[in-house]
């Protein structure tokens, strides 16, 4: 019968908990070996073929009453991604290419899909948020500039034209501008 395991790792350790209870009462046994791990009980037992090597005489275990911990010494402070080895085909397998997502590309694809969902008020504003952003500062200057001396009414983005005077109000055809009552 098989047992459950976990295992975690340090810089100089790799420490593998065997869950197991009772395991003195079950006359259980660890063998530890370079590149393999070995324990056995009455009617349970774990062998594993370890992904790299183990100082033995440094290793040790240890029995507590749910569990038995077994500490093996690294030779080396090298990452384990592993406890055991792998097989011969998956270990010869080509390394998988990483992908890498070009962040800027995806970026503008989902732009592009806001816009083409966009309607009425809200593509309005795309539109001129995405003039704004992609103008330069001096026209910038002229929709600021422009927009909040018309109190709304007008946009303009020609600087040249917009700074000389204050911008007047213009409001839609068939309506009425009121100044604010105090």
Not at 32 to 58: F, P
Not at 147 to 175: A, D, I, Q
Request: proline share 3%; aromatic share 8%.
């Amino acid at each position: 019968m098989s047992v459950r395991y976990d295992w975690y790792q340090s810089e100089t350790k790799v420490v593998v908990t065997v869950l197991l209870k009772n395991a003195a009462d079950k006359n259980y046994n660890v063998s530890i070996e370079a590149r393999r791990l070995h324990l056995t009980a009455d009617g349970y037992e774990l062998d594993l073929k370890l992904q790299h090597n183990v100082v033995v005489e440094r290793s040790s275990h240890k029995a507590y009453p749910s569990k038995v911990e077994i500490t093996l010494a690294k030779v080396t402070g090298d990452r384990w991604e592993s406890l055991e080895e792998k097989d011969n085909a998956v270990a010869t397998a080509a390394p998988s290419k990483v992908q890498t997502k070009n962040w800027d590309l995806l970026v503008s694809e989902e732009e592009k899909l806001d816009e083409k969902e966009a309607k009425g008020e809200t593509a309005l504003n795309n539109l001129f948020k995405k003039i704004y952003s992609t103008s330069s500062p001096e026209v910038q200057k002229a929709m600021n500039k422009s927009f909040s001396e018309s109190g709304g009414t007008v946009l303009s983005t020609n600087w040249n034209e917009v700074s000389r005077e204050k911008v007047t109000v213009k409001p839609p055809e068939g309506t009425e501008f009121r100044e604010w009552e105090k």
